[in-house]
């Protein structure tokens, strides 16, 4: 039964849904992800993109790194494995269509969650989709947000949580022969010692845990295409035939190429999903598009790096053979494929990227169940501490469990929490133009930083408390734009 509704959830409806968003919002939007991708940089380059405010509330870079601990996990590495050996090189090429357009959805969710997230009394802000269904729908629809967040929790808050344990638990014991016992317990304690301190000190270990993850992956897949950049092109053109069905002998041609380069793309980078936008509400910008912009910088990295760091890894191998591996995906096929490229200690690099993908991508569920709960009570501080006990539980109990009931249970719940953000987007477009506008015509008039003035768009239930510009931010807004095209 689970198979069943998974395969019209996702096999079905949602990839429509979510492809025509994406596309949707890409020509509405006049191409916005590509319009400001040269911003992306510059926001993050800016003094204010790490600046924590005087309320304490997290920077715009601390929740990049946030979302992106929750979006960079063993999809990247097993994920794109699996959709080589079912679909063939083509489905990278679909991939990576995927997510440019899921940088615009995610542009559009992250921008709405910042435009109404809240003011909360400890110095943090709350956001995502529960608040800008109930605030930017209306009370008829806040049966829609109690909905997303109670499917919210019971994804990422628990099922999520234990699969990750699961999986970072095998890794480690099939790498290194540590008992998942032990590596169960370790986690529990270890992430019981960081989410005791709330979103910040998440937020904290993430700015030294992703860039060290990432980094170090990324870092392997440049050694990797360096010992074959001879052969890059070549790859690349494989990638490309592939994906238009004109090498038929690889995978199951152009439409298995097709889904799944989709299916890849959307599971991985979670664009149109909801759940980084609860992320990307924490942070203090003088502008929602500011976030929304980052935020699908974060899709961009996702997709188009790691992904992409994967794929050329096992395509550059002489372990990948339409013909021979049908039975090696997955991990194996990762770790066979770079330990062909630098030896035996490959296998080793790659369950421990796994074991730090893992990691970080729990203490990113921890805080969307977090964000969750909060919707339904914002102090009943006995109901936060059972949830994160529960969580320290789940780290040692999945470890040691079999979750593949578990596992298609939370792909159902994750179909139907897509669907809930989904018909949010869709009647939301018309706001979220609106907030891209603002940002378009300041930056058009010639100004640097462009400033959020809640008082314009009061029609839209706004937390004016949310919207307490630090005078930095201020003064930057009067100094002229520099010079050159407006959306670089």
């Excluded at 719940?413 to 869709?426: D, E, H, K, Q, Y």
């Excluded at 630090?470 to 010079?483: G, T």
Aim: with cysteine; hydrophobic share 55%; net charge neutral.
């Amino acid at each position: 039964m689970l198979d069943i509704i998974n395969d019209i959830l996702w096999g079905k409806i949602l990839i429509v849904l979510l492809i025509a968003v994406g596309i949707g919002f890409t020509l509405a939007s006049r191409f916005v992800q590509f319009r400001y991708f040269g911003r992306m940089f510059r926001i993050l380059s800016a003094s204010q993109a790490f600046r924590r405010d005087k309320h304490g509330h997290l920077s715009s870079f601390q929740a990049l790194l946030l979302s992106v601990a929750g979006r960079v996990g063993g999809g990247n590495i097993a994920g794109v494995a699996v959709a080589i050996t079912l679909g063939g090189p083509g489905a990278i090429f679909w991939m990576w269509v995927v997510g440019l357009m899921g940088m615009a959805t995610s542009y559009l969710e992250c921008t709405l969650a910042q435009t109404y997230k809240t003011a909360e009394p400890n110095g943090t802000y709350r956001g995502g989709p529960a608040y800008y269904i109930a605030r930017g729908l209306g009370s008829q629809w806040r049966w829609l947000a109690l909905l997303y967040s109670a499917l919210l929790l019971v994804t990422f808050g628990f099922g999520f949580t234990a699969l990750q344990s699961y999986a970072v638990a095998t890794s480690l014991d099939d790498a290194f022969g540590v008992p998942v016992l032990f590596t169960g317990i370790g986690m529990a304690v270890i992430v019981g010692l960081i989410i005791f301190g709330g979103v910040k000190r998440i937020a904290r270990v993430t700015e030294v845990l992703v860039p060290v993850m990432a980094g170090g992956y990324l870092l392997i897949a440049i050694v990797v295409l360096a010992l074959n950049v001879t052969r890059i092109p070549e790859v690349f053109m494989l990638i490309v035939h592939s994906a238009f069905g004109l090498e038929q002998a690889i995978g199951g041609g152009i439409g298995a190429a097709i889904m799944m380069g989709v299916k890849r793309g959307l599971f991985s980078n979670e664009a149109g999903l909801g759940s980084a936008p609860n992320v990307a509400a924490v942070a203090y910008v003088p502008h929602p598009a500011n976030q929304g912009i980052v935020q699908a910088f974060s899709v961009f990295i996702d997709t188009l790096i790691i992904c992409s760091a994967t794929a050329f890894i096992i395509l550059l191998s002489g372990i990948y053979d339409p013909a021979s591996t049908a039975d090696i995906g997955g991990v194996a096929l990762t770790q066979a494929s770079l330990a062909e490229h630098v030896g035996e200690w490959g296998r080793s690099f790659v369950s421990i990227a796994l074991l730090l993908f893992g990691f970080s991508t729990i203490l990113y569920n921890y805080y969307l169940g977090e964000n969750s709960l909060n919707f339904f009570s914002r102090q009943n501080v006995t109901l936060f501490n059972a949830f994160r006990v529960a969580i320290i539980a789940l780290c040692a109990w999945g470890a040691t469990t079999d979750l593949g009931t578990v596992f298609g249970f939370a792909d159902v719940t994750m179909g139907f929490l897509a669907l809930a953000n989904l018909i949010a987007l869709i009647m939301l477009f018309k706001p979220g133009l609106r907030i891209m506008r603002d940002f378009d015509a300041q930056i058009a008039a010639g100004v640097e930083q462009p400033i959020f003035d809640a008082g314009k768009f009061t029609d839209l239930d706004i937390d004016p408390a949310a919207w307490d510009i630090e005078p930095e931010d201020l003064l930057a807004r009067q100094q002229p734009a520099a010079a050159g095209p407006s959306s670089s």
